[in-house]
C-alpha cells in the first residue's frame, strides 16, 4: 500500500499528515459506525469499560478491514 503525505518536512500539521489510505479508512469506518446503532453501542459499551485504548482495540479489526479492501483496489487499479 502506497503511503502518501501531503506535508513533508512541515511539523505537527495534524490531519494533513496522515496517509490518504489511513484517512479514507477513518471515513469508511466513520460512515460504518453512523450507519450501524448497534456497533455504535458494542464501541461507547468497550470505551466505559476500558477508555480510549479499549476503543481504539475495538476498532482496530475494522480499519484493518478497510486497509485491505483499499490495498487490493490500489493493486486492480
Known amino acids: 500500500m502506497g503511503v502518501v ?11 494533513r ?11 469508511l ?6 450507519s450501524s446503532p448497534p456497533l455504535q453501542g458494542s464501541l461507547r459499551e468497550d470505551l466505559q469499560k476500558g477508555g480510549p485504548q479499549a476503543g481504539a482495540e475495538f ?4 480499519f484493518i478491514a478497510v486497509a485491505r479492501m483499499l490495498q487490493k483496489a490500489e493493486e486492480k487499479g
Open 5 to 15: 503525505s501531503g506535508s513533508a518536512g512541515r511539523e505537527d500539521s495534524g490531519w
Open 17 to 27: 499528515d496522515m496517509p490518504m489510505e489511513a484517512t479514507a479508512a477513518a471515513i
Open 29 to 34: 469506518v466513520q460512515a460504518m459506525l453512523q
Open 59 to 62: 476498532l482496530k479489526p475494522y
